[in-house]
């Protein structure tokens, strides 16, 4: 069965200590593997998508990278502002269609 | 904004009810996917449809249903509502195929 694993669950980090998430998957075939911000009481916010092993993303702070059985998102020197539930999810094909599937998130707090 | 549009943006009412969710997809796709998300639960897919035709189904329940409409707005509605249907009702939206959802703002849906 294809399936999401993250870790932590939650995550105190100071302000300038970097540190790394954790999304494991289980997957027939990956399409796409994807990381979202989420706000409490917000929508998912998109930051990266990955397709194949070996593949890195930055945007700021963050940058995204992808194995054949997991990706990390690294978070260097964080800010309060980063404070936040971030969301690793698979797209898995199923009948005529697709959907992402995701993982119960890491709720990261960044303290000055 | 994110360019998808749910309305309304909370929604309270009593057990038994009946109550029709709205979204408007992003301007040029064609995709739109509806979620739920509880406290004790994290995202999880209930239906997608593509340009009026359903594509892929969840764990909907029975008493939910979905539509897209030619303009591509789609409504989820959710009937003999119980207390557990109480969640965050998420839209999202994308183009064909393996590529990230955007998501809405939601819907946070509360049954008493």
């Known amino acids: 069965e294809d399936q999401v694993t993250q870790s932590p669950e939650a995550l105190r980090l100071q302000e300038g200590e970097s540190s790394s998430l954790n999304c494991s998957y289980t997957?027939?075939?990956?399409?796409?593997l994807f990381w979202y911000r989420q706000d409490p009481g917000k929508g998912p916010e998109f930051l990266f998508t990955l397709y194949s092993a070996g593949e890195e993303k930055e945007k700021e702070r963050l940058k995204a990278t992808l194995t054949k059985k997991e990706s990390f998102l690294h978070i260097t020197a964080p800010k309060p502002e980063d404070s936040a539930t971030y969301l690793c999810a698979v797209i898995i094909l199923t009948g005529g269609g697709n959907k992402l599937t995701f993982g119960t998130g890491t709720q990261l707090k960044v303290e000055l | 904004d994110s360019g998808v549009t749910q309305t309304p943006k909370h929604l309270i009412t009593a057990t038994g009810q009946r109550v029709t969710l709205r979204c408007s997809p992003r301007s040029g796709d064609l995709s739109v996917y509806w979620y739920q998300q509880s406290l004790d639960q994290g995202l999880q897919f209930l239906i997608q449809?593509?340009?009026?035709?359903?594509?892929a189904k969840g764990n909907i329940l029975e008493r939910f249903s979905a539509q897209q409409f030619p303009d591509l707005h789609s409504e989820l509605n959710l009937s003999s509502l119980e207390l557990g249907d109480s969640a965050l009702y998420f839209c999202?939206?994308?183009?064909?195929?393996?590529?990230?959802?955007?998501f809405g703002s939601g819907t946070r849906l509360t049954v008493v």
């Open positions: 997957v027939s075939g990956l399409r796409g």
């Open positions: 449809y593509y340009n009026g035709e359903e594509r």
């Open positions: 999202a939206s994308s183009v064909e195929g393996p590529y990230g959802y955007t």
